[in-house]
Nanobody, 115 residues
């Protein structure tokens, strides 16, 4: 069993930065591939970035060079550093833990990029 709690969302101007955090609880977290996904109004949920238990990362083309995913195993936390934010980054951002037997999702945190 894994529980995920996201934080760090908010309102930011275009070009600004935010750092999202996802705190995980449960004994299986350390082996999970962790990911950040987002869902904008009227659109499907899409992958933003993932990081394996070994630290290998993958990014959506739309965020490459602007977003960085990382994990701190000692703190049971995965981060998403978002720089050079654009209005099209506005969405609810969700944390996901991908385990061999099932996936777990957090409740989401709203990110709004607007002037």
């Amino acid at each position: 069993q894994v529980q995920l709690v996201e934080s760090g969302g908010g309102l930011v101007q275009p070009g600004g930065s935010l750092r999202l955090s996802c705190v995980a609880s449960g004994s299986s977290w350390s082996i999970a591939t962790m990911g950040w996904y987002r869902q904008a109004p009227g659109k499907q949920r899409e992958l933003v970035a993932t990081i394996t238990s070994g630290g290998n990362t993958k990014y959506a083309d739309s965020v490459k060079g602007r977003f960085t995913i990382s994990r701190d195993n000692a703190k049971n936390t995965v981060y998403l550093q978002m720089n050079s934010l654009k209005p099209e980054d506005t969405a609810v951002y969700y944390c996901k833990a991908d385990l061999p037997w099932r996936d777990y999702w957090g409740q989401g945190t709203q990110v709004t990029v607007s002037s």
